[in-house]
């Protein structure tokens, strides 16, 4: 039997303030209000801020994400992110 892994049961992989890169296409899931369910709002490649940590259906972390340069805030999950080493 095999079990879905809890993100919760181990600390959030990113932190407040980490600058981050979009690894996956992220479209609109019908929560972002002024844009079409299924819009495309960020692609690979954007670099944002994590600005907030909450979760979802108590088994997911949640980042929201400042994409400046795009002027919007994104939910993400781990897999849609990585993190940007400042050199």
């Given at each position: 039997m095999s079990h879905t892994e809890n993100e919760l049961d181990a600390p959030p992989?990113?932190?407040?303030?980490?600058?981050?890169?979009?690894?996956?296409?992220?479209?609109?899931?019908?929560?972002?209000g002024?844009?079409?369910?299924?819009?495309?709002?960020?692609?690979?490649?954007?670099?944002g801020y994590v600005i907030g940590i909450?979760?979802?259906l108590q088994h997911f972390y949640i980042y929201s994400v400042h994409f400046i340069e795009l002027g919007i805030v994104v939910g993400c999950r781990k897999q849609e992110l990585e993190l940007v080493e400042e050199s």
């Open positions: 992989v990113f932190e407040l303030e980490d600058k981050v890169r979009l690894t996956k296409i992220i479209r609109n899931d019908g929560t972002f002024n844009r079409e369910r299924g819009a495309i709002l960020a692609r690979p490649g954007e670099i909450g979760t979802f």
